[in-house]
């Protein structure tokens, strides 16, 4: 938000804007939007048309972005937009009815048949034995940290270092600076069927139009919110690829490099992908997300630093 003193705000003429193919028309203090940029200072205050008859039209600028503008001009902060529920095609709706008919398990000749967990996925609480609330298992079905305790001693397993996949993913969660909403909790998506393109889409369109007009603070709070979600953002085993490969298309289309320098945007964006791309690759929107030179350049880039 401009740090404009309100009795500027007040005091200061309001300035017209036509948003849209539609020319919906807002309004805006003149000096608030003066002030949050070189490029809007000009626009409003300049020797062109706009400066001299009081108004803009923004035809390329769609209303939801320019409220979320808007709200950040007046308030320092803005609502993204919601989620919502995918409609199911007639095939994936006889698809659920056929699951739901056999949900507790496969059937042959009238017979359930009912899959054996490993020994791997086995966990114990740990109330039963004072250990973890989840164990290992020996072939056996006995607890190896039940066993421990019987001989007299406790044997921590060894861990394994991290994988080059868990480091940049570590990098990723660590590429955005988030030190001044940390105590912002963004909550999992744990509807499969839950929609989140528009969430997305909702910033990335907020971060091109700051990055168009110069508002370097709205572009960073834009990229931060973005991150927090994605930071979160469970793709439930491809559903939700889609969402992602939306995002990535609109951004590199909307957003260049500059000064030699990967665009934040791009960058956040090859690198979470390069952690996710083997639940993302079989999504064929994704796929020809993927034709384009600057999103494969940037991705390869990233995924390099998973080679051994």
């Not at 989140?196 to 990055?211: G, I, N, Q, T």
């Not at 990229?223 to 085993?237: D, P, S």
């Not at 997300?289 to 600057?294: F, G």
């Amino acid at each position: 938000m401009a740090s404009v003193p309100y009795a500027i705000i007040a005091a200061s003429k309001p300035f017209r804007f036509l948003v849209g193919p539609d020319k919906k028309e807002f309004f805006m203090h003149a000096e608030l939007v003066a002030r949050m940029s070189k490029p809007l200072g000009t626009l409003v205050n300049g020797e062109w048309k706009e400066g001299n008859e009081g108004f803009t039209e923004w035809p390329d600028v769609d209303e939801g972005t320019f409220i979320r503008f808007y709200e950040f001009a007046y308030t320092g902060d803005y609502k993204a937009a919601e989620p919502f529920e995918d409609v199911p095609t007639p095939l994936e709706q006889k698809k659920g009815s056929e699951v739901a008919t056999s949900a507790s398990g496969p059937v042959v000749d009238g017979e359930e048949i009912i899959e054996e967990a490993s020994a791997q996925e086995l966990v114990v609480n740990h109330s039963m034995f004072g250990g973890s609330s989840v164990d290992s298992w020996d072939a056996y079905g006995v607890s190896r940290r039940y066993k421990n305790k019987k001989k007299g001693f406790f044997e921590e397993q060894p861990q394994p270092p991290p994988s080059k996949k868990d480091i940049i993913w570590r990098e990723f969660q660590e590429e955005i600076n988030d030190e001044p909403d940390k105590r912002v909790k963004e909550t999992p998506n744990t509807v499969p069927s839950a929609n989140y393109s528009e969430v997305f889409l909702s910033h990335a369109r907020l971060y091109a139009f700051a990055d168009c007009y110069g508002i370097d603070t709205l572009m960073e709070l834009s990229i931060r919110k973005l991150h927090r979600t994605l930071k979160v953002f469970n793709l439930h085993k491809g559903t939700r690829v889609t969402d992602i490969s939306q995002l990535i298309d609109y951004s590199y289309r909307n957003t260049v490099n500059k000064g030699g320098k990967q665009d934040k945007l791009r960058s956040l964006l090859a690198t979470y992908t390069a952690c996710n791309i083997e639940e993302m690759w079989p999504n064929l929107y994704f796929q020809d997300v993927l034709e384009s030179a600057d999103v494969s350049k940037a991705i390869i880039g990233q995924l390099l630093k998973r080679v051994d």
